[in-house]
């Protein structure tokens, strides 16, 4: 078997700018993405959240209710009520679309659709599917009546506060 001759002018290496060339650009792109992905990560690892107002409201104190009294509070969405030495705190909030019901004679009214409640928030009429929401009311101990908007309690609900 004869020597394998192998010509050097045709095994040469490839040309080093080249090489050099596509050395650096796999190195950038590599580089942009992994910096990218950092980028994304820590953005998806920052926690989202909305630090809004408390959802407890104070609303005064009970003596400052008149017996059967209603007391509105549009900007917190609920109405506080005294019967007798009890208190109970409803929300405004449509159970339909979240429109902001009204106070009438006989209980709440929706004037976006329609709904009908009675005194209690109970759902009479229209397309609303459930009650309004009643929160929990309590006092502090400064004597004043706090509702907590976050804690909903079952129908008829009242707060006993002695006279």
Not at 66 to 91: E, K
Not at 95 to 111: E, I, K, N, Q, S
Not at 155 to 163: G, I, K, R
Request: glycine residues 8%; aromatic residues 8%; proline residues 9%.
């Amino acid at each position: 078997m004869a020597p394998l001759h192998i010509d050097p002018e045709r095994s040469a290496p490839p040309d080093e700018g080249r090489r050099r060339f596509l050395t650096t650009v796999t190195t950038v792109t590599l580089a942009t993405a992994a910096g990218a992905m950092s980028l994304f990560n820590m953005i998806f690892l920052k926690p989202r959240v909305i630090y809004g107002s408390s959802s407890k409201v104070r609303v005064g104190r009970p003596n400052a209710f008149p017996q059967g009294s209603y007391l509105d509070l549009p900007a917190a969405r609920l109405m506080v009520r005294r019967d007798g030495n009890r208190f109970a705190a409803i929300s405004t909030v449509c159970t339909h679309l979240g429109c902001t019901v009204r106070a009438t004679d006989v209980g709440f009214d929706c004037p976006c659709h329609g709904s009908t409640y009675d005194q209690q928030g109970i759902n009479m009429g229209g397309p609303a599917p459930k009650p309004l929401a009643w929160y929990r009311i309590s006092l502090t101990p400064e004597g004043e009546l706090e509702v907590d908007k976050s804690d909903i309690v079952p129908f008829n609900t009242y707060l006993e506060v002695a006279s």
